[in-house]
């Protein structure tokens, strides 16, 4: 299933939040603090009732909550849904892990030359045991999932590890683990490397990626993106938690057989002008799980443009429904 990409006239961010402005106010906790296990604390904050539907937003590499745009966050509440969004260890204003993993670690492991002698700090097993601990803060018993490409890997694992507490699965521009699809160009890692130097050359070289991965037929002014890499530093960037997480994807197994046991309702959402995860990785996702839809978008890169925050508000609404309905 393919979508093409809206008029011109629908892709400002300007236009979507005028479009909100006469829709009714959703409720929005302070930015709060989840004590877990091993020393890990999240922050997170809540949109909408805490009676509605759970729905647990995760965020992909080096990405804080706040990449969850809060007017998709308000959609999604309005659509029924109390909505968690939160920062992974070691972005935002989440806890900082330890263990220093080095450039050459990181370029062994993403070519395939050390990938059994690599040990990363955690992995993604870790981040969504810290995900399922969110959850236990919150007494939650089960929510539903949507993640963003490396949130895509920890929902996927997530959902394997503890199927009970899933209602229901969106994965979101990622992939399976398997080194053969979702590949991303050799020639993108130099860029993530290279955010040293403090808040300009971070805000620069935002600039720079997210030329590159964006997605074509929805693009960001330069200082849309500007401000976004400003709030985002202002925030909390570690650029060595980014090494981190990385070497957590480049570690990760291959989910592809035990993503065949997975029973929840899924829906798999990749664009078709993904540079960063090839749409390889959404088409084998979607293969392996029995029963997920696929939802291709034409002109969308590696990132939620405005315009299609009603296309991902939907995608969820309706996979959550099928939960509901086989309930």
Wanted: charged letters at 20%; proline letters at 7%.
């Amino acid at each position: 299933m393919s979508t093409p990409p809206d008029s011109p006239a629908t892709t400002s961010s300007e236009a979507a939040s005028k479009a909100s402005s006469t829709q009714p106010d959703v409720a929005v906790s302070d930015e709060l603090f989840a004590p877990l296990t091993g020393g890990v604390e999240l922050c997170y904050q809540t949109f909408g009732d805490p009676d509605d539907e759970p729905l647990l937003l995760v965020m992909g590499l080096g990405g804080p909550m706040t990449w969850w745009d809060p007017e998709l966050c308000e959609m999604l509440a309005r659509a029924g849904f109390f909505v968690v969004r939160y920062d992974n260890r070691d972005t935002g204003r989440s806890s900082r892990a330890e263990g220093r993993v080095t450039r050459g670690a990181l370029v062994a492991a993403f070519t395939g030359v050390a990938k059994r002698r690599s040990r990363p700090p955690y992995s993604m097993a870790d981040l969504a045991a810290d995900a399922f601990g969110l959850l236990d803060h919150l007494g939650l018993e089960s929510a539903h999932l949507a993640g963003v490409s490396m949130g895509g890997m920890i929902v996927q694992t997530m959902a394997i590890a503890e199927p009970d507490r899933v209602r229901s699965l969106a994965s979101i521009m990622s992939t399976t683990g398997q080194r053969t699809v979702g590949w991303q160009h050799p020639s993108l890692l130099p860029t993530l490397l290279g955010r040293g130097g403090g808040r300009e050359a971070y805000i620069r070289s935002s600039v720079t990626t997210w030329r590159l991965i964006g997605s074509p037929a929805y693009p960001q002014t330069r200082e849309e993106t500007e401000q976004r890499a400003a709030d985002t530093w202002d925030r909390g960037v570690s650029l060595s938690g980014t090494a981190r997480q990385m070497l957590a994807i480049v570690t990760q197994p291959d989910r592809s057989a035990p993503l065949r046991e997975v029973r929840v309702p899924t829906v798999v959402v990749h664009g078709l002008a993904d540079k960063m995860v090839h749409v390889s990785g959404g088409r084998a996702t979607a293969r392996a799980v029995p029963g997920a839809e696929l939802l291709l978008i034409d002109g969308m890169g590696h990132d939620m443009p405005p315009a299609l925050f009603e296309t991902f508000t939907r995608a969820i609404t309706d996979n959550a429904q099928r939960s509901k309905n086989a309930g």
